[in-house]
Nanobody
Framework: QVQLVESGGGLVQAGGSLRLSCAASGSAFSIYIMRWYRQAPGKQRELVATIFSSSTTNYADSVKGRFTISRDNAKNTVYLQMNNLKPEDTAVYYC?????????WGQGTQVTVSS
């Protein structure tokens, strides 16, 4: 079983920045494929960014060039640096990992971007 704990959300003005963190339990973190999702009110949860064990990354088109996903295997932590935030980035952000056939989610952290 994997536990994920997110932090770092908050209220920010458009154009501002936030960094989200997700701390994971377990000793196999370095091989996990880690993902950040977000869910805005009334919308489906969407994939924002992925980082592989090799540190290769993928991004949704809507955040490319503004968001950066990274990982620190020594700290069992994945980050999401969000720059030039827009009101449409407002959502609850979730950390995710799929391990041995099971999907694990954090509790989510609220990001609100005011215009």
């Amino acid at each position: 079983q994997v536990q994920l704990v997110e932090s770092g959300g908050g209220l920010v003005q458009a154009g501002g920045s936030l960094r989200l963190s997700c701390a994971a339990s377990g000793s196999a973190f370095s091989i996990y494929i880690m993902r950040w999702y977000r869910q805005a009110p009334g919308k489906q949860r969407e994939l924002v960014a992925t980082i592989f064990s090799s540190s290769t990354t993928n991004y949704a088109d809507s955040v490319k060039g503004r968001f950066t996903i990274s990982r620190d295997n020594a700290k069992n932590t994945v980050y999401l640096q969000m720059n030039n935030l827009k009101p449409e980035d407002t959502a609850v952000y979730y950390c995710n990992v799929f391990v041995k056939g099971e999907n694990y989610w954090g509790q989510g952290t609220q990001v609100t971007v005011s215009s």
